[in-house]
């Protein structure tokens, strides 16, 4: 009897090893090769049978990204032999009545296999026999091969063994035959096992696992209606991501702010319309579930409110006051703030216990991490509805104690100071970015500054810098403060460091007229200016003030610190994030390094007390289980 597997969501190894494969066609059936995510290779001839069963452009593609292929796409490329459509519940659950359905639909394949009912050689013209000819040659496939590892050293700049490797095994397989290819594969799938980069990011996969579950139990009362405060390109991104599960209420100043937040949230959705992931009408039913206004009707059915309105004190204060007198009591108050402290925010609350913190990022419909942030007096239901709300938009959450920064803005704040103190050192603004990249970094920390804003940076910079003070000192701030002066507030306003043509990125000249503003503060290099120095000035000042913020009791645990690292500021994922990489590198070797740069540099570089225990121990970071 032929073997036959049955596909909802699957890895591919146990369903290539099959005679037939079916899959049932609904949004939530995908199949994918996620072993390259954590820096492996898919064994098990995962790497020797995925080419010969769909063709060497469609495998690898695949295997080199681990996305997730939709039924239907799996149906047209051949991964899989049969698509069955979902049957609704009935006298069963829905996914249990599918699953009995589909046994019965493999069945009767089986013996339709077994009998030759079913032929699995498809009939193909001759434009498809000519090009089937073309794509079995050498030559086409060493073409393949150098295209492949073109596209991995620009999306990874090498810094990612797991990838190559792939493209070597797959080679191996397809130019000297499948048992060299099983050969390759095996030793390839023991070598990149015992890879620091694999153990990184594993080490992801475990804290992704940890971070989507609520450590803060089941909420008293689950939040069905969310109100969120400003239709600005941060609210609406929460709104996007909220309506698929709660009801929105989107609230405005003005019909003119409100009608651009709403098509903003529009488009989101049109755009997995146009990817296939929903329909039309599933679009417009999601939808249907946001209403829009500017005032406050309708908030005395909010369970939850949270505010995206401008970074200031003074209106966060107005605007709880204005919500707590007309949300019900239940009713949790949450502010997107990036840098307030929450307990000043709760100040003006008449329930301080109901207040509390949740950090986006933006975009919020691609930025998978939200910080979640708790006072002294947030109560633990509290926290439990925001963990519940995150989770069901889809986010990883982590959960911070409140001060100054909270974790993420606040480990970000010295690694930009030092950025600026590189440029007044003379080091370009394009030089640094590709140092910042080559370390790892997804976009370079010039880049970053843009995008967030100078503006942005200024204002935080300010606020962190009269809180925590000599530790965040390094370049001048005046250096920003003149750059926002000129009109200077990166991407948004066209012009940055680097000069935005039509706001777009790619291709983008230094802006030479704030490469004049940086003259005036320039500084004379003192000798830690080699590339690996500068990337080591970056990374040990960010990675300082994470282990300070575990010190401090901001942090829970190393776990969430990595998480919030990797996911929320794009810290290296195959160094794990910056708890990971102390346990890697070695706290000894960090904190001599930091103490060379805080001979020459001053008092900014010297290393907390509890990266120096690390260096005086075996201590880890992350303890081998």
Not at 20 to 49: C, F, H, K, W
Not at 275 to 300: A, C, L
Not at 360 to 387: G, H, R
Not at 437 to 454: A, K, N, Q, R, Y
Request: hydrophobic share 40%.
């Amino acid at each position: 009897m032929p073997d036959i597997a049955i596909l909802f969501v699957s890895p591919l190894q146990v369903a290539l090893s099959c005679h037939y494969r079916i899959a049932v066609s609904d949004s939530n059936t995908v199949l994918y090769a996620p072993e390259v995510l954590i820096g492996m290779l898919p064994g098990m001839s995962g790497t020797q049978r995925l080419p010969r069963l769909i063709g060497l452009t469609e495998a690898l593609p695949l295997i080199l990204t681990g996305k997730n292929v939709p039924a239907q796409k799996a149906k047209k490329i051949g991964l899989v032999d049969q698509t069955v459509p979902p049957i609704g519940p009935g006298n069963k659950p829905a996914p249990e009545g599918n699953l009995e359905y589909l046994e019965e639909i493999a069945i009767i394949a089986a013996r339709d296999l077994a009998a030759g009912k079913i032929k699995r050689t498809k009939k193909t013209g001759l434009v498809q026999k000519i090009t089937d000819m073309v794509k079995d040659t050498q030559q086409f496939r060493n073409f393949v091969y150098k295209t492949a590892r073109k596209g991995v050293m620009a999306q990874t700049h090498g810094l990612y063994p797991a990838p190559l490797k792939i493209i070597d095994v797959v080679a191996a397989g397809q130019d000297n035959g499948i048992e060299a290819g099983y050969e390759a594969e095996i030793k390839a799938f023991g070598e990149l096992a015992m890879t620091p980069h694999s153990r990184a990011l594993m080490g992801l996969f475990h804290g992704q696992v940890h971070c989507k579950k609520n450590h803060f139990g089941t909420p008293q009362k689950p939040v069905e209606t969310v109100s969120i405060l400003g239709a600005g390109l941060m609210g609406a991104g929460v709104a996007e991501v909220s309506i698929q599960k709660m009801n929105v209420i989107l609230k405005d100043m003005n019909l003119a702010g409100l009608a651009r937040g709403e098509q903003q949230v529009y488009k989101g959705l049109d755009k997995q319309r146009k990817r296939k992931k929903i329909t039309s009408f599933e679009r417009d039913t999601i939808m249907s579930r946001m209403s829009g206004q500017v005032d406050y009707t309708n908030f005395k059915e909010c369970d939850m409110v949270i505010e995206a309105v401008f970074e200031d004190i003074n209106i966060k204060h107005k605007v709880i006051k204005e919500v707590e007198a007309v949300i019900p009591d239940h009713c949790i108050f949450a502010s997107n703030t990036s840098a307030i402290p929450i307990t000043e925010i709760a100040k003006a609350s008449k329930r301080p216990e109901k207040v509390i913190g949740m950090h986006y990022f933006s975009p919020v419909d691609k930025m998978q991490l939200l910080e979640i942030i708790t006072t002294d007096k947030t109560s633990k239901d509290t926290a439990a509805s925001a963990v519940d709300v995150g989770l069901r938009q889809g986010k990883l959450c982590i959960v911070v104690k409140d001060g100054p920064g909270f974790y993420t803005t606040r480990i970000l704040g010295p690694m930009m100071s030092e950025a600026i103190r590189v440029l007044q050192e003379g080091f370009g603004p394009k030089e640094l970015d590709k140092a910042a990249t080559s370390f790892g970094w997804p976009v370079g920390v010039v880049t970053l500054v843009d995008e967030v804003g100078i503006d942005v940076a200024v204002h935080v910079q300010d606020f962190l810098g009269k809180a925590f003070g000599e530790r965040f000192a390094g370049g001048n701030p005046a250096v920003l403060r003149d750059m926002v002066a000129a009109g200077f507030m990166g991407r948004k306003a066209g012009k940055g460091c680097f000069v935005y043509e039509g706001g777009k990125s790619k291709s983008r000249e230094v802006n030479t007229a704030a490469e004049e503003l940086l003259k005036k503060y320039a500084l004379e290099p003192k000798g830690a200016d080699s590339v690996s120095d500068i990337q080591m000035r970056l990374a040990s000042r960010f990675i300082n003030e994470a282990v300070y913020c575990l010190q401090d009791g901001i942090l829970r645990d190393p776990v969430e610190g990595d998480m919030g690292a990797v996911f929320g500021l794009g810290f290296p994922p195959f160094h794990g994030g910056p708890f990971r990489f102390v346990d890697t590198y070695g706290a000894d070797k960090l904190v001599a390094d930091m103490q060379r740069f805080q001979e020459i540099y001053g008092p900014e570089f010297a290393p907390c007390q509890l990266l120096q225990d690390h260096a005086k121990s075996t201590k880890k970071f992350h303890p081998a289980k």
